[in-house]
């Protein structure tokens, strides 16, 4: 898992990097990590997003274009304190041929489907796969069914999402940006899991 | 991941209505009409329009069908109870009340963020047939790919008849540019693989509706680049809509601009009224980020630029502006946060994506950086961190807040000598604009019986437009001097009987008068009854007026590299 920290893309100035550019003065248990966002349009990226770093959830959902930039800090209980940023791409089809662009020297990736909408699913296995193949390697990859609060129209079963999560070694969750529920966590298990600093 | 699609490439099988238009189109005789085409279809039409602007008459027939045809909230009841098609397929010659033709809707968040009117609708439906304007956008096999109203994949018979009418056309080694049925323009515009067509009764001329639909060409290749057209050539029976996925409100809201943004017309762009020393603080910030592989760098707020400089010898054509503003102001992502996009400037280059970064620094105003660097993201962000710093430092988003609500030209402050006003106001303050007192021809427009006025300058590629006065405060009225200004337009530059420097013509609704130069081009409304003299006079004083404010209304200078 160490290993990505020391995996610098250079081609996106450099400042994915965790640990390598930390100011003198900062405390050695302060982490930056590269966040991105992927998964079928529609299923609530940016809706996780704005949930997690602005707390707001706006149900006249808009179509992110390219690819939005947000970064949000978080505290742990072992006063770890990380700094995500965070990389919301776009859903559309168009924009697949750039996602190398914002996953390539990320530290974690979470992997949205909506859980009314198979299709969503499969789309998720695709991504999960691109970035095994692709993603830097020791990439902390979560699987999130979100919408969990549409649950009488559920077609995707936990149990489904949860055992493609564990064959294929990721952590798995389900939210509902719309009701807040279970988003902090989602991102408190990713902060938890990040590598640390090996030496300071 | 092709959505059903019945019909197959050629010989589709069409619906009854749309073979008897074939027959109609092929009984015109299309082979023997080439060069008679053209003018016989207008001439048919009796708008007389053509005619009577060669004769620079003011004749008050020429556009009485415009106004009862431009009521979108016609109460029309004959329409709306008719539900038999006639022989052209529509019910309803001049639309009905159903229609929103470019109307802002109620709640334009909640509609566009789906970004489809009614996609209940298809061509059987009777509200669908009552539309007033269609946009359609088709594959050269007749697959749909965009269309106004309704859902693309309910149209593909629609489509497919479409693409019939223009390969029949194409086939006798022709191209199609309209059909006349009744009081609808069928106009067509062929981009290779592409098909745009338009269909309307709103009375707007060939030009015009064919200018139209080359802006959504351009919008089109702003989001996907002409390099989309290989897609094709690989594969003819490829889905092209998918690719455009979430993009209706940007097509959408061209659409509505087709009614309000002169820019769409004039071609043209517009600037925020700012005092010159603001504008030089903006102007020199941005010059500062040029030189560090930036393609682009602009300042806008809403449709209006406050600055911007592009890198030696890179030009921005007012096309690509307005394109580039658009697609910006219509995707609600964009004031969320900060945003990088691959985009094209069709006019820069229509086979190449730039890459934008997009920020608002608040709900109006926005700044965007273009490059040619896909991982130019955090370079521009630093770029971005130091203009905003620059603006708030020299006050220039406050000025800009400020001129949003203050620095709008009005025709009741026209002064009455201008040059001698202007000496008296020194043009360095912004405020100058709107300072002047209001005099008491508020209530019924400027002086001189002048409602309204766009002047643009040739040598800039920029106009600057009066706000709207009392006498044409609604919306309607506004759209409807925009449609007569877009008709005076076409008739001034109507390759066949122009160009024209001067057209003076009275109707029931106003006296319009418009005024070419080599610098400039002036359109201006007045009401009905004003005095031609006095009106003439009138717009001497306008181009006075914006000589005298050129330094605050222009992006004027050596600032600007490329102009």
Redesign the interface.
Known sequence: MGCSSSVPAR???G?NTISNDSSPDASSKDLRAKLVLLGD?GVGK?CIV?RFVRGQFDP???????????SQTLALEDSTIVKFEIW?T?G????AA?AP?YYRGAAAAIVVYDITSPESFSKAQYWVKELQKHGSPGIVMVLVGNKADLHDNRSVSSQDAQDYAEKNNMFFIETSAKTADNINQLFEEIAKRLPRPTAS | MDPPNPNPNDAPSLPAESAARLAALSLCGTRDLPPDFHTAEILDDDEGYLTSASRGGSSTSAWKEAPEGLHDDDKDGDDVSQPSPRSSGYAGERGSSLDDDADPDPDPDQDWARGKKHPHEDDASSSWRKRKKHFFILSNSGKPIYSRYGDEHKLAGFSATLQAIISFVENSGDHIKFVRAGKHQIVFLVKGPIYLVCISCTEESYEGLRGQLELMYGQLLLILTKSVNKCFEKNPRFDMATLLGGTDAVFLSLIHAFSWNPATFLHAYTCLPLAQSTRQAASAVLQDIADSGVLFALLMCEHKVISLVGAQKATLHPDDILLLANFILSSGSFRTSESFVPICLPRYNPMAYLHAYVHFFDEHTYVTLLTTRSDAFYDLKDSRAHIQNALLKSNVLIEVQRSLHENALRVEDLPTNPSSQSASHPPESSQDISSQSLSSEMAIGGPGGLWHFIYKSIYLDQFVSSEFPSPISNKKQKKGLYKAYQKLYASMHDKATGPHKTQFRRDEDYVLFCWITQDFELYAAFNPLADKTQAIKMCNRVCQWVRDLENEIFVYGESTLSW
């Open positions: 081609n996106t100035g400042l349009s940016s704005l006249t959902s808009k179509v992110t274009v390219g690819a939005s930039f947000l919301d776009a559309q089809e168009r924009y750039l662009l």
